[in-house]
């Protein structure tokens, strides 16, 4: 199978400052518009300390919602939607040559049946797995795989912070991550 | 008639069901695991794109 989705068009919505004293720094805010589904989606790059980029997206009309990067949308259209997130990379590294990126998959919920996916390998972190070593080479970035939370990080080659000290942050930033609480 | 839930319709049978319930899967705190990341090597990665596209894949950044 290839992964040759094209994507929609990103556009910049806006640059917000995050003032709450943590390594989160500030966000750049950019949308999509998806005609399968006809949704809206949003597309978070949440910049910390240590030059590393978070990328978040989720579904607009969930944006009230608690678990907005948790839900299933179930219309289709997925090989677009993250590719339209992935094409964020590259415009970010024009003006942060040497950024990071992590991306934090998921944990579904499914707040009907009050049963949610477990922290190992989430079906979203199967499909990063499967879709990040497809669209971005290893020339730019080192590739880790953290299985145990579901979370990728692509640690550029020319960043002056270690692995370490990158875990280290989004370890004090993200105390609990995946915890759900339904 | 089907059992499964109108807004699983779309899903694969199961999908759903096999995940655990909240009360006993809500408590991890990401301070506490273990954060052992692997590193997928470069010609692991070079091996896989070369396997789903036989050597025409367009990358986003090489």
Redesign the interface.
């Known amino acids: 199978?290839?992964?040759?989705f094209q994507g929609y068009e990103l556009k910049f919505v806006q640059k917000c400052r995050c003032k709450d004293d943590s390594p989160h720094l500030y966000t750049y805010i950019y949308k999509f518009f998806s005609p399968v589904t006809c949704y809206y989606y949003v597309v978070r790059a949440e910049y910390h300390e240590e030059n590393v980029f978070a990328i978040k997206f989720y579904c607009k009309k969930d944006k009230r919602s608690d678990y907005k990067y948790s839900k299933?949308i179930?219309k289709g259209d997925l090989g677009n939607i993250i590719m339209s997130c992935?094409?964020v990379?590259?415009l970010l590294?024009r003006d942060h040559p040497k950024a990071s990126f992590c991306f934090a998959a998921s944990r579904?919920v499914?707040l009907?049946?009050?049963?949610?996916?477990?922290?190992r390998h989430t079906q979203r972190f199967k499909l990063y797995c499967y879709m990040i070593?497809?669209?971005?080479?290893?020339?730019?970035?080192?590739?880790?795989?953290?299985?145990?939370?579901s979370c990728y990080?692509l640690r550029n080659r020319h960043a002056p912070s270690s692995?370490k000290q990158m875990?280290t942050m989004f370890?004090?930033v993200?105390?609990?991550?995946?915890?759900?609480?339904? | 008639m089907s059992t499964a839930p109108k807004h699983t319709a779309k899903l694969s049978k199961g999908q759903r069901l096999n995940w655990p319930p909240v009360k006993d899967s809500a408590t991890l705190k990401f301070s506490e695991v273990a954060i052992k990341g692997r590193e997928i090597p470069p010609i692991e990665i070079k091996r896989r794109q070369q396997q789903s596209s036989g050597g025409n894949l367009t990358l986003l950044v090489p």
């Open positions: 199978m290839t992964f040759d299933i179930n992935a094409k990379i590259p590294l579904s499914d009907k049946n009050n049963t949610v996916e477990d922290y070593p497809m669209k971005f080479g290893a020339v730019t970035f080192e590739h880790h795989a953290y299985d145990e939370v990080l692995r875990e370890r004090n993200y105390v609990n991550l995946s915890e759900v609480n339904l």
